[in-house]
């Protein structure tokens, strides 16, 4: 999926860039096949570690594995040993729901579109819908800026503070902001399973 003609362009337009790129090895974009589980996955990835959010989502795995067609009537103890905040349950039961809709967004490529319908889902926030947009969808022009690990990775690498600083670099990946954003996160070491 990143090809050379997108590592050149982006090693063209921004120097800093340039040097992560040649230090990591090729980030992954994989096709999705099940955009409801993508959901829920990246419901389980808010606001916590990569690490400990790897390990919710094996304990999940494995037990949607056996019970994919019942979620709401999961009992508390299974959530519970699942590891999961009873807010995060009511976000998966929420998009469990609504699963039909959301297999039907395969069709639909438009952004605000799938924006505006993933909003309205209670627990589907802007971080979310850039995680479902990266990974489920593989656009290659977005860039989340509340993802917290990779703020802290620009201001490091670029020595910048402000947002407005951020975006500004951000805007000169344009239109391969995902893959740029996808090197600063290989630059982490952290393994977010796509």
Known sequence: MISQKHI?????????????????????????????????????????????????????????NENKNNISSWSEKEWKSIGLSNQKKNYIENIFTLKNEIYDLKKVNDISKIYKELIQIKGVGKWTIDMFLIFSKNNLDIFPEGDLALINVIKKKYQVNSMDQILEIANKWSPYKTIATLYLWESLGDDFPN
């Open 8 to 64: 050149d362009y982006l090693s063209k337009v921004d120097n800093t860039l340039k040097k992560i790129i040649n230090k990591n090895s090729t980030p992954k974009m994989s096709n999705s096949n099940d955009y409801v589980l993508d959901l829920y996955k990246y419901i389980i990835f808010q606001q916590i570690s990569t690490k400990a959010g790897i390990s919710i989502y094996n304990r999940f795995i494995q037990y949607y």
